[in-house]
């Protein structure tokens, strides 16, 4: 009976859940190799990794900003606190780090109890000894120190480095080279139990202590406020608080002094200039006293009138000639090119000019923007941010000592017009008489000097007042302490789900590859995705010793494979008349010989005369399995040199004969070809019920296509895990360019395990469900000789369980 085949447009189907399923399932012992080795590494890692702990401590700061600080009596400073970003680079600098560590004494000391079946434990402050350094030796660094403790008398010392290993009591100065220290019982943290242990400690330099912390400080900024959060993890709790609450207490000192440096320079240019006054002050005072002591004179009216506006006019030179001082101070100051963050503020001497407290207060944020790049960028970078703050700073400079030298020339223009508006009083003071105009004189000098040196002690006073009430620009909110620290897991330690988690998840991957790049037939869903030929049988693989296993082994499961690939070719062949069966593959290898003779057989074990042919005539193989010669056979009859009678053997297999293809030919196409054959098969098709004809693959050569006309079903064998996948675009092209009608796909050498989703004897023709066979249970077949394994066994018994679920 004809089947009608429709092979192209195939539908691929979604994922199959159910086939990974099954896959994963076979690969078991991956997956579980995976946990084990996961569990395993992750264990052991955490079990020998060091715990971390994290410390924070939240700091305020008070001001942020450039503008002049304003303190007692109108003093105003310019801040230095440019902004918090600055501020939190400069609490990550080096130079700050390198400051904070050398206020920490334990801290470049590393010292170890080793662990006999853990990780050493580190220790801190509270050691069992006193290492005590000689201070004028310079010592040597990463030295690995070893103390066995003998007794508490005796200890062992051990220093690999320089091959020494002697006894030492406690307190004994050890000298070598630079090496120079003694060790000492701390009693209050020696425990008798400590006999027996060894202990080893090595130092660090500072400076890479101070690197280690610059680099794992966390500086962040509290979102919406000027609060700064520090953190910082490390292997003792301790440590990490003393560290930041030195950090802080190291960081307001600083802030503190740099406020102190500006009062300071404040107080020294006021000193300066009372300096100055005091002679003058003391001369005129003493002018007074001596005038009013030998001479008696009295003011008129019009005399105090004058001294009052000639006293105005001395007050306004003075103060011009004290502005025109703070000027010269600060040219000089820049072109001495010092430390300009701690200018005087001109306020502080009354001077208002906001043009010059405007580029002064830009020139304090440069500096301090330079400052701060200056202890954060890394030895040997690009500097381009500083080189172009240089740039900036000198251009302000350039227009500060413009804007002085104009303001020196109005100051000097100020002081020639109060001289003129004097020299008209002055002709007036000529009118009065002689002693009250040399009182005058006196009293003018007096009041000048002393309003001055007043005004001068003044502010002097409120510098002295700003410097003693100075407090930093931060405030510590809260102090690190162990009752902030948090546990951090251990230092290279490894989450046991994630391990887990990864020891799975490879071996998963491992089997999706396997699957996706494979090109192998492996499953019988690679078929049936992509032909409509319906495979007919599943055969397993030939555990037995000879290529006929159905004649020698018929109870064995093989057997009741082929069994049931007889059967459901019944439902694809005639009812009446001889049936013609061709077998042909893709390539050599795939068992189409194998299934040949093995579905001959079995066909004449069911009392049906059954002929085997041979057409592989270039690759022969069925007389060695047979052990007859091939010396003729259809080559020569197709020749004429033999006649059909002389070809055609009977076999010891009851109802079996065979056409054995004989020697070689040079054309053997042509002679399949040939009427010859058509009429060798006319005259076996009145003899035989059935005719089995294994032909050469077709993907090598066509000779099976030639055969189609005397076809009744085509068997096309693949094998499990050796043919290719293109074997199948190559069977359908096949059965449509040569429109073949009737034929199935019989899948050999089919191992039974999960991993396929196939299992042999059961065969999938036309729709009719599994031949005869409703699954072979125990008893109906012999077991095969290759028994299964524990491993198997278990595979199989989930895989029946997986299948019920999906069932």
């Not at 941010?385 to 109005?410: A, F, G, T, V």
């Not at 020299?423 to 105009?437: F, G, N, Y």
């Not at 189609?708 to 996948?725: G, L, P």
Request: proline share 3%.
């Amino acid at each position: 009976m004809d089947n009608n085949l429709e092979i192209t447009n195939v539908q691929q189907p979604s994922l199959d859940i159910k086939k990974y399923i099954l896959k994963f399932i076979a690969y078991w012992y991956l997956f579980a190799i995976g946990f084990i080795i996961a569990y395993s590494y992750s264990y052991f890692k955490n079990k020998y990794a060091i715990p971390t702990y994290g410390a924070y401590t939240t700091l305020l700061i008070k001001k942020e900003g450039s503008t002049p600080e304003v303190f007692a009596g109108g003093l105003s400073i310019y801040s230095s606190k440019s902004n918090l970003n600055n501020e939190m680079a400069m609490l990550k600098s080096l130079r700050m780090n390198e400051t904070v560590i050398a206020q920490l004494p334990y801290i470049d000391l590393m010292f170890f109890k080793k662990g006999e079946f853990s990780y050493d434990q580190e220790m801190y402050k509270t050691l069992p000894f006193n290492i005590n350094f000689d201070s004028l030796a310079p010592q040597y660094y990463y030295v690995n120190t070893e103390i066995f403790v003998k007794n508490k008398e005796e200890y062992i010392l051990k220093i690999k480095d320089f091959e020494i290993e002697k006894t030492l009591k406690y307190g004994e100065q050890f000298i070598y080279n630079n090496f120079n220290f003694n060790i000492t019982i701390a009693p209050a943290y020696f425990y008798d139990s400590y006999v027996g242990e060894t202990f080893y400690f090595y130092k660090v330099p500072k400076v890479s202590v101070a690197k280690t912390y610059s680099e794992k400080l966390t500086a962040d900024l509290m979102a919406g406020t000027t609060i700064l959060w520090l953190w910082t993890t490390g292997t003792i709790a301790q440590r990490e608080i003393d560290y930041l609450n030195k950090m802080v207490e190291v960081y307001g000192q600083i802030g503190l002094e740099e406020k102190n440096e500006i009062v300071n320079r404040t107080i020294d240019f006021i000193d300066m200039q009372l300096n100055n006054f005091s002679d003058s002050l003391d001369i005129s005072a003493d002018n007074l006293q001596f005038f009013k002591q030998n001479t008696s004179v009295d003011i008129t009216k019009e005399g105090a009138t004058l001294l009052a506006e000639l006293k105005n006019y001395d007050n306004q030179i003075k103060q011009i000639q004290l502005k025109i001082a703070y000027y010269n101070y600060l040219v000089e100051e820049l072109s001495n090119n010092t430390q300009l963050e701690y200018i005087m503020n001109p306020t502080i001497l009354g001077i208002t000019d906001e043009i010059l407290s405007t580029y002064m207060s830009r020139l304090t944020e440069l500096v301090y923007q330079k400052k701060v790049l200056n202890v954060t960028v890394k030895e040997g970078a690009n500097l381009p941010n500083i080189n172009e703050l240089d740039m900036k700073m000198k251009s302000i400079r350039d227009y500060i000592s413009n804007h002085i030298d104009i303001s020196i020339k109005y100051a000097n223009k100020s002081i020639a017009e109060i001289n003129q508006a004097m020299l008209k009083l002055a002709e007036q003071v000529k009118l009065l008489p002689s002693e009250e105009r040399k009182y005058l004189r006196i009293k003018r000098e007096f009041e000048m000097n002393n309003t001055i040196y007043n005004f001068l002690l003044q502010r002097r006073l409120e510098a002295s007042i700003t410097q003693a009430s100075n407090l930093p620009d931060t405030k510590v909110l809260d102090y690190a302490r162990h009752e902030n620290v948090s546990y951090n897991g251990a230092s290279g330690s490894t989450s046991m789900n994630r391990s887990i988690m990864i020891g799975l998840i490879i071996p998963l991957i491992i089997v999706v590859l396997l699957e996706v790049f494979n090109t192998r037939i492996i499953d019988k869903t690679d078929i049936e995705n992509n032909t409509r030929v319906p495979i007919v049988a599943s055969i397993g693989k030939n555990t037995r010793s000879s290529d006929i296993p159905v004649h020698f082994h018929p109870k064995a499961s093989i057997s009741e494979a082929f069994r049931a690939l007889r059967t459901n070719l019944l439902f694809m062949l005639p009812r009446t008349g001889a049936k013609v069966i061709v077998l042909t593959s893709t390539i050599s290898g795939e068992g189409k010989t194998f299934n040949s003779m093995n579905l001959a057989a079995v066909l004449a074990i069911s009392s049906k005369k059954t002929l085997l042919i041979g057409l592989d005539m270039r690759k022969p193989r069925i007389h060695n399995n047979f052990k007859f010669s091939n010396e003729i056979g259809i080559s020569t009859v197709l020749i004429g040199e033999n006649k059909y009678e002389d070809v055609v053997i009977k076999t010891e297999i009851p109802n079996l004969y065979l056409a054995l293809s004989g020697p070689v030919p040079p054309n053997p196409a042509e002679l399949i070809s040939s009427a010859a054959m058509d009429d060798f098969l006319e005259k076996a098709k009145t003899e035989f019920d059935y005719i089995v004809i294994d032909t050469p693959p077709i993907g090598i050569v066509t000779d099976a296509v030639m055969l189609a006309k005397h076809a009744d079903v085509y068997v096309y064998v693949m094998r499990q895990n050796y043919s290719n996948k293109s074997a199948i675009k190559l069977l359908n092209d096949t059965v449509v360019k040569n429109n073949i009608k009737n034929i199935g796909i019989v899948i050999n050498d089919v191992k039974s395990s999960v991993t396929y989703g196939l299992k042999y004897g059961y065969g999938y023709g036309y729709g009719y469900g599994y031949g005869y066979g409703y699954g072979y249970g125990h008893g109906y077949y012999e077991e095969d000789t290759d028994k299964e394994g524990r491993t198997q066994k278990i595979t199989k018994n989930i895989k029946k369980f997986i299948l019920k679920l999906f069932n």
